[in-house]
């Protein structure tokens, strides 16, 4: 049963309230080993989102049209995990082929992406709450784009506050990294009435 | 047997995966409002690490270097796929509560981190236990930060109520906020103590 929600809400939703890393906390650990620079974090949001958006789409075709009309949702963690590691190896190949200059900087992100929670996460999130095709296309762009914006804002304050004398040896690194994050997902907490997805 | 308890202790404390090498915390954050679900999170992590670190080390001469990963992954993902239907038959409303955390074990870095590390060049046995206390390290900090999170987010321990009705509860905690600070603060601690250890 597909919830009755716009599109378009599902997409704002999910970039703000429901922000896939600040709420629901995925894919962390690629968000606090690369926030360090912001070139970087910039180059991996890009491929997140891509990568999110293509794979959300793929996993509802296989999902709706071949594992459910053979009862096998049991394999759906395995199916999911295969169409994700095939996507990039294929986005891979591609973006090399068409164009060396995206290759360099997103390139030695792909494979990072392969054991990004949040891509797994979104896929699952589009299969337990039943959403149709064009919403789980927009779902997946909106928490693209809501990982990237969170990464970047994480990367512009990390670059100030590292340089910080006043951060306590024992949470230097990690620890202050970690109340950022908790401050910023309150800051995005304030969004919270304005849209609503579940 | 002293290298099975030096491997103990640094899994535990001294290379703990969450607090020194931040991994795993992904899925682990969102599971900690609630020390039921966290100790069964927790030991389905500890679990899937153990066995997967021993099936990628039996295997490793078999697997070549190209599609490791690959394979790595769908190891991982076959004991995940069990413990979800174990979750599944046997306790449904934990198994609905922890809800898409559950297949996001398979992305748990702590997991990949061992078996790449570890038991790509050890022997079976010892990558068992290597992954087994990895998976009681990550246990160990994420029942410390769910402990104070359910007790002042709900006022009880394990559903059973501990502190006075008159409590006003912290609604912060059961938020996702808290679960980062917590978390920081408890690093904050460990590495205190760690960093003064040192010194002396």
Same mark, same amino acid.
């Not at chain 1, 910080?164 to 951060?167: C, E, G, I, L, R």
């Given at each position: 049963m597909a919830p009755q929600i716009s599109p378009f809400i599902l997409f704002f939703a999910s970039i703000f309230t429901s922000n896939i890393l600040l709420a629901n906390f995925l894919g962390m650990c690629s968000f606090i080993s690369v926030s360090k620079d912001i070139t970087s974090s910039n180059g991996l949001g890009m491929a997140v989102t891509l990568v999110m958006t293509i794979t959300t789409a793929l996993n509802w075709i296989v999902y709706n049209k071949i594992i459910i009309p053979f009862g096998l949702e049991y394999l759906r963690y395995i199916v999911f995990i295969i169409v994700i590691a095939a996507v990039v190896q294929i986005l891979e190949m591609l973006i090399d082929r068409i164009s060396p200059n995206l290759y360099m900087s997103l390139g030695i992100f792909l494979p990072l992406i392969? #054991?990004?929670c949040a891509i797994l996460g979104v896929s699952l999130f589009m299969q337990l709450r039943y959403y149709t095709l064009i919403q789980s296309v927009f779902y997946g762009l909106g928490s693209g784009l809501g990982w990237w914006l969170a990464i970047m804002a994480l990367a512009a304050i990390r670059k100030k506050v590292d340089k910080?004398?006043? #951060?306590p040896p024992a949470l230097k690194g990690p620890g202050i990294t970690l109340i950022i994050i908790g401050i910023m997902a309150m800051a995005f907490i304030g969004f919270s009435g304005m849209l609503n997805v579940q | 047997m002293s290298e099975y308890k030096k491997i103990m202790k640094d899994n535990i404390?001294?290379?703990?995966?969450?607090?020194?090498?931040?991994?795993?915390?992904c899925s682990a954050l969102a599971v900690t409002n609630n020390l039921i679900n966290t100790l069964i999170m927790t030991i389905a992590v500890s679990l899937v690490t153990a066995f997967s670190s021993f099936t990628v080390s039996t295997i490793k001469s078999l697997i070549?270097?190209?599609v490791r990963m690959i394979i790595q992954t769908l190891i991982i993902s076959f004991y995940v796929i069990i413990v979800d239907i174990i979750l599944r038959a046997y306790m449904p409303g934990i198994s609905k509560a922890l809800g898409p955390y559950v297949g996001l074990i398979i992305t748990n870095c702590i997991i990949m981190g061992r078996a790449e590390g570890f038991a790509q060049s050890n022997k079976p046995i010892i990558s068992f236990w290597d992954g087994f206390t990895s998976g009681i390290g990550y246990l160990v900090v994420l029942i410390a930060v769910a402990f104070f999170r359910e007790l002042l987010g709900f006022g009880t321990l394990f559903g059973y109520r501990?502190?006075?009705?008159?409590f006003i509860s912290w609604t912060i905690m059961l938020m996702a906020p808290s679960a980062f600070f917590m978390l920081a603060i408890f690093i904050w601690i460990a590495k205190g103590y760690m960093l003064r250890k040192e010194a002396k």
């Open positions: 392969t #054991v990004n910080s004398p006043n #951060v | 404390w001294y290379n703990n995966p969450v607090f020194i090498q931040i991994l795993g915390i070549p270097r190209k501990v502190l006075p009705e008159g």
